[in-house]
């Protein structure tokens, strides 16, 4: 089953807007990340906040986390065209070395030249 | 450093044939990770291994076997393919650190089954 879940699931905006995904998840988290994927390419992570973190800024993204309502949200500013992509949630729940992600099912982002 | 390689990058089975999904790292990480991507299903995890030697499931391992050939390679066979295991395959890698998680993804292999 999904522990995170993205809101929306698509996003279409205009190239120097600001685009904001939402994530949800069910249980207690050891840390939330965030990675794009460009069509028919592998996962990249973009940014990773630690449960005892509220925000945390990389570039043009910004991350929140809600830990007492258990969320997230993903900010991009300024958007692109090249920032047209799926983005996922990813929580890790467990301890020990392998750390266990558990990825949620997406936001497809299209920002428009 | 070509980070995480797979191969092949497509494959079309018959059902019932079997196939192996070859993956390997040169980041010198100690935790390999075979995933599926079916379509609004986001990645859901098929097998895993901490560390060279050792093996566990994750949340759909059923269909399939994985070998950890030594600290670069992670294969992902299939036995016996059948069309509930069309999707895209990635395999992703990360440092054995108590901290930094972040895993770095292969390309992906896309496999039809018919």
């Known amino acids: 089953s999904q522990q995170g879940e993205e809101d929306p699931q698509a996003l279409s905006i205009q190239e120097g807007e600001n685009a904001t995904m939402n994530c949800s998840y069910k249980?207690?988290?050891?840390?939330l990340q965030w990675y794009r994927q460009n069509s028919g390419r592998g996962l990249v992570h973009l940014i990773l906040i630690r449960s005892n973190e509220r925000e945390k800024h990389s570039g043009r993204l910004r991350v929140t986390l809600d830990t007492s309502k258990k969320s997230s949200s993903l900010l991009i500013t300024a958007s692109r065209a090249a920032d047209t992509a799926s983005y996922f949630c990813?929580?890790?729940?467990?301890?020990?070395?392998?750390?266990?992600?558990?990825f949620g099912s997406g936001t497809q982002l299209t920002v428009l030249p | 450093n070509a980070g995480v390689t797979q191969t092949p990058k497509f494959q079309v089975l018959k059902t019932g044939q079997s196939m192996t999904l070859q993956c390997a790292q040169d980041m010198n990480h100690n935790s390999m990770y075979w995933y599926r991507q079916d379509p609004g299903m986001g990645l859901r995890l098929i097998y895993y291994s901490a560390s060279e030697g050792t093996t566990d499931k994750g949340e759909v391992p059923n269909g399939y076997n994985v070998s950890r050939l030594n600290k670069r390679e992670f294969s992902l066979r299939l036995e016996s393919a059948a069309p509930s295991q069309t999707s895209v395959y990635f395999c992703a890698s990360k440092w054995w650190s108590s901290g930094w998680n972040e895993q770095f993804f292969g390309p992906g292999t896309r496999l039809t089954v018919l």
């Open positions: 249980t207690s988290i050891n840390n």
């Open positions: 990813a929580t890790s729940l467990g301890g020990g070395s392998a750390r266990q992600l558990t």
